[in-house]
Structures are given as C-alpha cells and as structure tokens.
DNA sequence: GCGTCCAGGTCTACC
DNA sequence: GGTAGACCTGGACGC
C-alpha cells in the first residue's frame, strides 16, 4: 500500500479515539492496525496494515479463499480509513506560512504547529463506511469516553457478523435497522439516544439517507453541515465533527474536551468563548478545525511542553 | 454503600 | 435568537 510522504501510521491511527473503539484493533507496540471488514459481497473478512518499506503492508483473512478483487476491496477500505486519499498539501501549505507569521511574532495567537508540519500530521482515522463514523458520533455526545466505549462495543457484539477471527465487526445499517427502539434503551445501553440510532440506521438501510455519497459531494460545507443537522441527534457539534471526518475541516466541532485543553494549553483560567476559538483559528480558513484539532491533540503525540494538570 | 456530579450535547418550550 | 431544563448512562468522587 503505497502512502503519501510524509506519512505516519501511529500518527494518524492516534489522531483521535476511534481506534480505541471497537471493531478497531490497534497494537501500539507492533503498529499493527486491523478490524473485520465487510465486503460488498457480504463476506466479511479481517484486515490489517502494519509499516512496511514504502508504506504499509496489507494483509487480509477469510474463510475459504480470498479472490484479489475481495483483497483489493478490504485493502481500500482501510486506506480510506487511513485517509490516505485526502490531499493535506493546500493545508501544509497554510500552515507553513502562518508559522512564519507566528514565529515573526506577528501572530502570536496562532498554534503552534511545527511538529505537525514537521511529520506529516493531518490524516484523521475515519471508519470504512459514513454510516459507522455517524453511529459513533451519536454515541460520543453529551457522555465519557468509557459509555462511548461500551456503547459502540454493544452494538458490534449483539448486531456485527465477525470474520475469521471470531471478533464482530460493526453492524449494517439493516441489522441495526431490524431492533427496536427498546433493544437500544436496554441492551446497548444508550438511554436517550435510542431513537436517533434506530431512525439513522432506519433511513440509511430504506435508502432515504445516503451517507456514502457526502464522501464524494462538490456541495460546500454549510450545506452538508446543515443536511447533517437535519438528523434526529445531530446538532452543531456532532455534524461539525462528522465533517472533520469527511475532510471538511472549515468548522471547529467543539465540545467539552477540546474547550477545556485548548484553555489549559494556553494557560487560561477560564474556558474562553467560542467566539474566541474561532478567531484564534479563522486565519486557518478551511482548515481552522484541523489546525484546531491538531493543537488540542499536541500532547497525545508527546510534542509540546507538558500539559499543565 | 450511597448520593451527587458530569462527561468529547441535543431538543423543546418559552420568552 | 437566546436560554433554561430535561434527558440516559456509568465512572469518579466525597462522605
């Protein structure tokens, strides 16, 4: 699999939490990444890549024999995943003109985004389907990281067909849309979000909504953002945030996380107002929530000065 | 062990 | 258009 330079796969698997979510399967130690991946043909297979000489080794298991166009397609899924696709030069280009203007001193409430330039930072780890990235999404609003964690493995132990492996990958849009309200509230746990999981799963398997094709889109961002807001669930922060995933970075997608350690960042004792965020990061144009996103998350890949407590 | 708070928000009613 | 209050869950925390 042939990545663009630079390129760093624990970079972008670490770029935000979903490879802590199942059916993602992430081996820090021996940068191997892998999941169940579902074929169109139905058969769902289990894929990894792990860093290779010119880029990253694909590797693919089934029951029974594998055809190279099913490896070819499980192999594409986990380069969009990796967003490999994306073309982060227009905003490498950016970056690397404010930082003179930061460094100048002419800027200074610009980030501070050496590090990222310096190795390639950007590609943010998305799921191999829309549908998935916007079922996660739900789950990570207004809750901790661990009920994310527990709700999304729900949903891929009691709806997911597994591979080879045994382990379940995630469920489709049909299965999902097949329970009722109630199996939502009681077995996944997700308390008011039950109905927004089953009418998204319900619109998306009835061919109502068709998430895939926002990948692909010409329409500007405020139309999808606003298409997105049209779903039951999806207010300003979770639309935004299913953009970032789409490579839509013009918006911040902020929310009670990023608020906070972008204020600890920056030594602030309040948390500042959102009209503030959106100037620090407004010279970023339509990159303003990738430069964002990328300072908030400076720590998690050991550069910058310590964070204060 | 128990009660309270709040976390990677959204929706509705009301002004 | 702005805001208060309700909404599910589960982990952390104080007592």
Redesign the pocket.
């Known amino acids: 699999m042939v990545t663009p330079e630079p390129f760093d796969l624990d970079l972008t698997v670490r770029s ?2 979903w490879y802590d979510l199942a059916p993602w399967r992430w081996d820090g130690e021996r940068q191997v990444l892998a999941r169940p991946v579902r074929l169109s043909t139905g058969r769902v297979v289990d894929a990894e890549v792990v860093p290779a000489p010119g880029g990253l080794a694909f590797r693919a298991a089934a029951r029974g024999r594998l055809s190279a166009a099913e490896a070819r397609e499980a192999e594409a899924a986990l380069a969009r995943s990796l967003a490999l696709d994306e073309d982060l030069a227009p905003f490498r280009t950016r970056a690397a003109a404010l930082e003179r203007e930061r460094t100048s001193g002419r800027r200074p409430e610009l980030p501070d985004l050496r590090w990222a330039l310096g190795r390639g930072a950007g590609r943010l780890l998305r799921s191999p389907t829309v549908f998935e990235d916007a079922v996660k999404t739900l789950c ?8 994310t964690r ?1 709700m999304v493995s729900r949903l891929c132990e009691k709806m997911g067909e597994s591979g080879p492996r045994g382990d379940p990958g995630f469920p489709t849009p049909k299965a999902m849309a097949g329970r009722p309200e109630r199996f939502y ?1 009681e077995e996944i ?5 039950a109905p927004y999981l089953r009418a998204l799963a319900r619109q998306v398997a009835e061919g109502e909504l068709d998430l895939e094709a926002l990948r692909t889109t010409t329409e500007p961002p405020e139309a999808i953002s606003k298409r997105l ?1 049209a779903l ?8 935004e ?1 299913l953009l970032r995933l789409l490579g839509r970075h013009g918006h911040l997608a902020l ?3 990023t608020r906070a350690t972008l204020a600890r960042r920056r030594g602030k004792k309040r948390v500042p107002s959102d009209r503030t965020f959106l100037r620090w990061y407004a010279p970023y144009g339509e990159w303003a929530g990738l430069a964002m996103w990328l300072e908030a998350t400076t720590a998690w890949h050991g550069e910058g000065p310590p964070e204060p407590p």
């Open positions: 935000h939490g990570t609003t207004n809750c901790s990281w661990a009920l527990l509230r746990r997700a308390g008011y979000r807001r039951a669930g999806f207010g300003p922060y979770a639309a945030h929310d009670s996380w």
